[in-house]
């Protein structure tokens, strides 16, 4: 009897000792499960992404932003990720506006002078176009038409750069919800002796072609169209002012409203056209002012917390350099001034070249624009970060 009592305690204390081990066991795991949560790393999200197009923009234009005239430290400081971009198209390898837009909107290399086209010339989907979520919104900014080769290639499906008029058709069925630029004549003054402006409305577009609307006053009920001048906006040398970052913050406040997030392309489209009119202060005057544009970008992106800010050029312009004045007295090595190359036999004005341009990343899975790469991979690096 003892026996029998001795044995029924022992695999009493033993099946208690039991229980406990496994209990305890259980608790290391259910610790340990909270601690691979803890500790997996969180996936970024991202909303928003605005990208920032300096046309002809290389290294030495943002160079030149570091040298002249800046009382503080250029915006282009506040990356923590640089790239470079190959700029090549698939047609030439100096490439013009028109592919390298097609390459960040839609992702592949196309041929020179091609807006939303493959080379077999079909139509291919762009950024804008693809997402899908309800409540996503899109705008374009630039300070060239909102028909010039950059952003028409964001929502329009032409064979050829220079047909402004058919590109200006796109834009009322697009979508696009917010767009500011110059190019009212391709909507008003064109060919066929059509008036778009009345179209756009009817798509829902509050039109204005006087100036850009107020910060706040924007709502989600309407589209915005701001054309603003006849083809390109005035140059900043002849009193353009604050359009490029006034327009992009008007941007922000108006596309931030989405609740699906948001696409922004900003364009400084003008970097471009001082570099081939070979004109340094030109140059110096376009970058600095886009430039702001990013200070703007930068200063939402920052206590958004959830946008993606890129920043890239289509290609270089001029062969711009900063050069010492005088090359052999190299005690005058301070003095430093723009220049830009010129064959006068062979390249009577300043061109495209082949250099491979700067990226500028901020943001969540910013990270993934260091390197090396094509200029197409910035559309897919963008659609990897997003999920769009
Ligand atoms: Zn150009």
């Not at 202060?281 to 946008?307: I, N, P, S």
Request: aromatic content about 10%; charged content about 20%; hydrophobic content about 40%.
């Amino acid at each position: 009897m003892k026996k029998i009592l001795f044995c029924a305690s022992l695999i009493l204390i033993l099946g208690c000792k039991a229980t406990k081990e496994v209990e305890k066991i259980k608790e290391i795991e259910k610790i340990k499960e909270v601690e691979i949560v803890k500790i997996e790393p969180e996936k970024p999200v991202i909303k928003n992404v605005i990208l920032l197009i300096g046309d002809g923009m290389g290294l030495s234009q943002v160079s030149s932003s570091f040298y002249f005239g800046a009382t503080e430290e250029p915006n282009f400081t506040r990356f923590p990720y640089i790239g470079l971009s190959r700029t090549s198209s698939a047609s030439h390898k100096v490439t013009d506006s028109a592919s390298g837009a097609v390459a960040f909107a839609s992702g592949i290399k196309t041929y020179n002078g091609a807006i939303g086209m493959n080379t077999r010339k079909e139509h291919i989907e762009t950024i804008i176009e693809r997402v899908e979520r309800p409540d996503f919104m899109t705008g374009l900014v630039a300070t060239s038409s909102i028909t010039h080769a950059t952003p028409a290639c964001f929502y329009a499906h032409v064979t050829y750069r220079y047909k402004e008029d058919s590109i200006a058709s796109y834009m009322p069925k697009s979508k696009v919800d917010f767009f500011a630029g110059g190019g009212l004549r391709f909507f008003n003054k064109r060919e066929d002796g059509k008036d778009l402006l009345p179209v756009l409305s009817q798509n829902g577009f509050k039109v204005d072609t006087t100036a850009l609307g107020k910060i706040g006053t924007l709502t989600t009920n309407n589209k915005y169209a701001y054309l603003l001048a006849d083809k390109g906006l005035p140059s900043k040398l002849e009193g353009r002012g604050d359009f490029l970052p006034n327009a992009t913050k008007l941007a922000l406040d108006y596309l931030s409203k989405s609740k699906d997030g948001f696409f922004l392309m900003v364009e400084g489209s003008q970097i471009d056209w001082e570099g081939h009119a070979s004109n340094v202060q030109g140059v110096v005057q376009e970058v600095r002012d886009f430039d702001k544009a990013l200070g703007a970008a930068l200063d939402f992106a920052e206590k958004d917390g959830q946008t993606l800010v890129v920043v890239t050029a289509d290609h270089e312009t001029g062969g711009f350099a900063l050069s010492p004045m005088q090359v052999r007295k190299q005690w005058q090595y301070d003095n430093i001034q723009g220049s830009f190359y010129q064959n006068s036999k062979s390249l009577p004005s300043a061109a495209h070249t082949a250099t491979l341009v700067p990226v500028f990343a901020y943001g969540p899975m910013a990270e993934s624009f260091a390197g090396i790469y094509q200029n197409n991979e910035i559309f897919h690096k963008i659609i990897k970060a997003t999920g769009w």
